[in-house]
Each structure stands twice: as structure tokens, then as C-alpha cells.
């Protein structure tokens, strides 16, 4: 319970539970029977994340007589998908400058894609009458160090100053701020995976989970897929496993799992809500390389996360890394930085996941086994909304279309691998070191600078 007494961090924290808030729920769906035995079907597709789940939706809408079977090696959402801040984003490209500066001719048709692409999602939702609190509201971006005041462009339409910014949202810790009110919405994430596995199934998709697939076999029937306890003959196979790369051979070196992790807090007061002012459901990015990203959630609590993304040694993947004492008491103290305020809150939740980062920030794609397998990984946190958009990449290149998407420079271009161990850790470890100088300082470092030369980089 909240307390008029201002609270240390370790007694803020001292009853967080270490879940995920959005899976934290007695309306969890209970797991689906895992595969067995041997069965075939015209598409499979692996993972039971965001990306596998729009495969799955999309590709029943656009041919109902197709056979899908969708496995999932753990269950639907538990991942990334479950994780994260439930922020559902039209940018393709993680943000304008990174699509400027990457792929600046085609950046005007990159922009009106990802608009329909979000425009769909919304359609889905109503279409199919999804319960997930999908709540367009648009993002508040707002500067907390003077150097980044530049980047909201002062003195253009829509560039709010320090008093304006402040009477949206109380936080002494803003100095100036922009609301992008088209460009994103807010969901529960976990509800709507578990919505959108609902409509897969509605429309006539097999779902089971608890199986892992452990290799890809091609023939020219097709691909088999062997699981712990079941085969899958497959005419075509969407690859939709995300930082979990050990079927994507080769290619798995373009990926680079990151630990970001997250606190909630427990449901604020009327009184509460009113002493910050956030009335509206826009979520809340603050600038820089480390940033943190911030919302309302539908029971009136306030989701805090990002900032100290850690990458492990080895690429290393791990439940216990999901904990991190260090991160969360700094995403603490740095919440009551931001909101003084709300001295007395606790935090009922707090929890890590691990996000799939490639070099470019972006969703990279593929195909391969002949071109019977496509694949999409590496979305560097913008999944919830790019994923969809990455399900139609996957079904035009697997029928081998040519549409508007698989035209892009950005569809056909994959990014520069990043290096084994220890050259990996060195460079990582270096990186967010130079990010770290730079948001204090306001100058770009060195280092930064030759990443920018070579399209490397790393991204919270």
C-alpha cells in the first residue's frame, strides 16, 4: 500500500513480485497440449510471439482453405511478447532518423506503410472484438537534458517548452517536450497475443504449445520439422523464433540478445494521478541513447522501464538473468527522480526480458531451405507493432510475390553480423560506455562516430 512516508528504494522494492505484470493473471489462458506424433500441413510456423501469431491471422485471411499449424516451444506470449511495455508503434524503422539515415529514398514509403500497418492493427482489433486495451493515444517525448532540447525542434508547430510539457505531465525533470499524437497506441500485451491465438483459432489454425523445434530437414516434399516428440511435414515454414536463433543457422549472427527490464508500481490514487497530472493515456519516452519508456496501464498503475539494456557474455540466454537487483534499483531511484511526488509508491512487479537486436535497430528478413522457409528477426523492441507488418514480409516472400514490401532496400538488405566472443562483449560493453558519455555530455563520441561509418551500433 501507498504511504505518505517517503520510501528508500530497497523498501519500494522489498515486495515487488519478480513476474511479469501482464502474465500475472488469473485470466491467463491455461497452456495448449504440446505435438506429438507425426501430422503434415501446407504452413507451419514456429514461435508464439507477436511475429508467429499475425503469420498465423494473416495467412488464414488471405487464403481460409490453407492448413496452419502454429508450435510454440514454451507458451503463447511468455517471451518478449509478454514482456514488454505495450507500446504498438507505426515506425518500421525505430524512429525517423534511424529510417533517414539508413534508407533515405524510400524512408516517404516506409512512413505511409507503417501507418497502414498500424491502421491495421486497430482494424483487427475492432474486426474481431479483441479484448486488450488497444488505446491509440499517441507518445509524449520529452527532454530531461538540455542538450537534447535540439532534437524537439524549438520554435516548430507542436514543440511544447518547459512550463507547457509540465502542464501535461508534473516532472520536474522535463525541460521541454513534443506529443506525436498519430504514430502509436497502447496495449496489454499479453492479452493481445492471447487474442490474436483466439482469432488464429477461430479461423481454423492448430495452436500447440510446449513444442520445441529442434532442427529443419528439406526435401523436395517439403520441410520436416523434428520436435522432442513430433514431426512436421510442411509445404512452407514461417521462422518466427526472434532471438531464439538456433534455426536460423548462420544468419544467427546478426542477432544479439539484450536483457531490458521493468518496473510496475502498485495502482495509483485519484489524489496520486492528480499530483503528476498525467490525465491522458499517451505513453512517455524520455530522449537519449539510454531512455526509459513509461505508461499508464488499464488498472491505473504506471509501467517503468528501459534505460539499462545488459547484454550477457556469450550471447548469453538465461532465466536468472530476467532478475537484475542492480537495474531495477536504478530504474527505481530514477523513477522518483522523474515523480517526487509519488514518494510513498511501491512497486508491485518487477521483471526482465530478453529483446532480439540486430545492428540496424530494425526487423531483418530472409529466406532459405529454397526458399520454403522465411524468417524475421532482430526488432530491437519495436515488435508489437512492426510484427505484424513482418508476418506479410514473410507470407509474400514465401509466395514469391512481388509487393511494395518485398521491394524495400530495407526487405532485401540484412545487417552487418556482429563478431564472436570476446570481440562481441568488448565491443558491446564499449558502446554502451560511449552511449553513456554521450548522454551526459551532448558530444558524440569517437567510437559512436566509426559505428555510425561502418551501420553498427546497440540500442536500449
Known amino acids: 500500500m501507498a504511504t505518505d512516508r517517503e520510501l528508500s528504494v530497497e523498501e519500494a522494492l522489498a515486495e515487488a513480485r519478480p513476474v511479469p505484470l501482464w502474465l500475472d493473471t488469473p485470466g491467463r489462458p491455461a497452456p495448449r497440449p504440446p505435438l506429438t506424433g507425426e501430422t503434415s500441413t501446407d504452413l507451419l510456423i514456429i514461435g508464439g510471439g507477436f511475429t508467429g501469431l499475425w503469420a498465423a491471422v494473416r495467412a488464414k485471411e488471405r487464403n481460409p482453405e490453407r492448413e496452419v499449424l502454429l508450435v510454440e516451444g514454451d507458451r503463447v506470449a511468455e517471451h518478449a511478447t509478454g514482456r514488454n511495455g505495450g507500446f504498438c508503434e507505426a515506425s518500421l524503422t525505430h524512429g525517423e532518423a534511424n529510417g533517414l539515415n539508413r534508407w533515405p529514398e524510400e524512408y516517404p514509403l516506409l512512413e505511409r506503410l507503417g501507418a497502414e500497418n498500424l491502421a491495421g492493427i486497430a482494424a483487427t482489433v475492432e474486426r474481431y472484438c479483441m479484448e486488450c486495451a488497444y488505446t491509440p493515444g499517441g507518445v509524449l517525448a520529452v527532454a530531461t537534458r538540455p542538450h537534447t532540447v535540439a532534437a ?4 516548430t508547430d507542436g514543440y511544447l517548452d518547459r512550463d507547457a510539457v509540465r502542464g501535461l505531465v508534473g516532472s520536474p525533470t522535463y525541460l521541454a517536450g513534443r506529443l506525436h499524437t498519430e504514430s502509436s497506441a497502447t496495449v496489454d500485451p499479453a492479452r493481445m497475443a492471447w487474442e490474436l491465438a483466439r482469432v ?3 479461423l481454423g489454425v492448430r495452436i500447440a ?3 520445441r523445434v529442434r532442427r529443419l530437414r528439406t526435401s523436395q516434399e517439403g520441410v520436416t520439422a523434428v520436435c522432442d516428440a513430433a514431426r512436421v511435414r510442411a509445404g512452407r515454414v514461417v521462422l518466427a523464433t526472434n532471438v531464439f536463433t538456433s534455426l536460423l543457422g548462420a544468419r544467427s549472427l546478426a542477432v544479439v540478445p539484450a ?3 521493468v518496473l510496475a508500481t ?3 490514487t485519484p489524489e496520486q494521478w492528480e499530483s503528476i497530472g498525467w490525465a491522458a493515456p499517451y505513453g512517455i519516452t524520455d530522449l537519449g541513447n539510454q531512455f526509459h519508456y513509461y505508461r499508464r496501464t488499464p488498472d491505473n498503475r504506471i509501467l517503468w522501464g528501459g534505460y539499462d539494456a545488459i547484454y550477457h557474455f556469450g550471447r548469453g540466454i538465461r532465466p536468472e538473468y530476467e532478475q537484475r537487483e542492480q537495474t531495477h534499483q536504478l530504474l527505481a531511484r530514477h523513477f522518483f527522480e522523474t515523480f517526487p511526488q509519488l514518494a510513498g509508491v511501491r512497486f508491485t512487479h518487477r521483471w ?4 532480439d537486436t540486430c545492428s540496424r535497430f530494425t526487423a531483418f528478413y530472409g529466406v532459405t531451405h529454397g526458399g520454403r522457409v522465411a524468417h524475421a528477426a532482430g526488432f530491437t523492441g519495436l515488435g508489437v507493432g512492426a510484427s505484424r507488418f513482418a508476418a506479410d514480409v514473410m507470407l509474400d516472400l514465401l509466395a514469391g510475390e512481388d509487393t511494395e514490401r518485398t521491394r524495400l532496400r530495407m526487405v532485401r538488405e ?3 553480423p556482429f563478431p564472436p566472443e570476446p570481440f562481441a562483449w568488448a565491443g558491446i560493453q564499449l558502446t554502451r560506455r560511449a552511449m553513456a558519455r554521450e548522454d551526459e555530455t551532448g558530444r558524440r563520441p569517437l567510437w559512436l562516430k566509426l559505428l ?4 553498427l551500433g546497440f540500442d536500449s
Open 266 to 268: 502498485e495502482p495509483l
Open 414 to 416: 540484412r545487417p552487418v
Open 209 to 211: 504449445e510446449n513444442t
Open 259 to 261: 536483457y531490458d527490464h
Open 152 to 155: 524537439l525542434e524549438p520554435g
Open 200 to 202: 488464429a483459432e477461430s
Open 352 to 355: 526482465g526480458g530478453v529483446i
Open 452 to 455: 555510425d561509418r561502418l551501420g
